[in-house]
């Protein structure tokens, strides 16, 4: 099977940053240098390019030519953001079942998450995340509605969302991860299978462009027997938050 020509672009601009040929701070080709150079419309280069900057490899505001930004390649960024990429980097299964997916006015909390005037229009999204057909995780999903809207027009059940909205050139650059232990209520114990009050591991996670402008917000809760969080630092580098397999979780 092909690979997809935007898959290949981002493969060989991956390779070009991490060898240095593309140092930190170089500026990527051009979207017309890039078309020219594999005979190929702008879609596919736009959707590699948002890849990238998924991955947090690239970077720039909006109307400047992106620039490298990172070449550290061992954990791709987006991987923390899509349940779906990081299960399938493992050579596991991942599903997903939409529960509920909604236009609403944003609430008090979700104003001050999104930075939104109370009453503005959002989209919430409610999705029980399975591992090898396993419920593993819930999550609890706010988007600002430009983005949002685009999922009206896509299959949740079907695959990464944040795939989905980066190949839409949605700009996926920073999150910030707060995470923390909650108490499974109501919904969680009925979804996952578990105890009312059994102990779930929460990753809160604010998600923003480049420009720091907010894209979304989830509460995300996880089965600790199936999934635990791993911090990876050294004296050279920021620390990185890697999601893993519980040690007892068997592939």
């Known amino acids: 099977m092909d690979v997809p020509l935007h898959e290949r672009v981002a493969s060989e601009l991956r390779r070009r940053i991490s060898s240095g040929e593309l140092p930190v701070g170089a500026a990527i080709p051009s979207e017309s240098h890039l078309c020219e150079q594999w005979g190929?419309?702008?879609?596919?280069i736009r959707q590699?390019?948002?890849?990238?900057?998924a991955e947090g490899l690239i970077g720039g505001g909006r109307g400047k030519p992106p620039v490298v930004r990172s070449q550290s390649m061992p954990q791709p960024f987006e991987t923390f953001l899509s349940f779906s990429r990081w299960v399938e980097l493992m050579?596991?299964?991942?599903?997903?079942r939409t529960l509920e997916i909604a236009r609403r006015p944003a609430t008090p909390e979700t104003?001050?998450?999104?930075?939104l005037a109370e009453g503005e229009p959002v989209v919430q999204m409610l999705r029980l995340r399975l591992?090898?057909?396993?419920?593993?995780?819930?999550?609890?999903?706010?988007?600002?509605?430009?983005?949002?809207?685009?999922?009206?027009?896509?299959?949740?059940?079907?695959?990464?969302?944040?795939?989905?909205?980066?190949?839409c050139g949605v700009d996926l650059s920073r999150a910030r991860h707060v995470v923390d232990a909650v108490g499974a209520d109501e919904t969680d114990?009925?979804?996952?299978?578990?105890?009312?009050?059994?102990?779930?591991?929460?990753?809160?996670?604010?998600?923003?462009?480049?420009?720091?402008?907010?894209?979304e917000f989830s509460d995300d809760r996880y089965r600790p027997d199936l999934v635990s969080f791993t911090i990876d630092n050294s004296q050279q580098a920021h620390p990185a938050l890697l999601r893993s397999p519980s040690q007892g979780e068997t592939p």
């Open 40 to 44: 190929s419309s702008r879609g596919p």
């Open 48 to 53: 590699a390019l948002a890849t990238l900057r």
């Open 91 to 96: 050579g596991r299964t991942p599903g997903q």
């Open 111 to 115: 104003c001050d998450a999104l930075g």
């Open 131 to 167: 591992l090898d057909e396993v419920p593993a995780m819930i999550e609890r999903t706010t988007f600002v509605w430009p983005v949002g809207r685009l999922l009206f027009d896509f299959d949740c059940d079907s695959g990464s969302v944040f795939a989905y909205l980066s190949r």
């Open 189 to 215: 114990a009925g979804l996952l299978g578990i105890e009312r009050g059994a102990p779930l591991l929460r990753e809160r996670r604010h998600t923003s462009s480049a420009s720091g402008a907010p894209v």
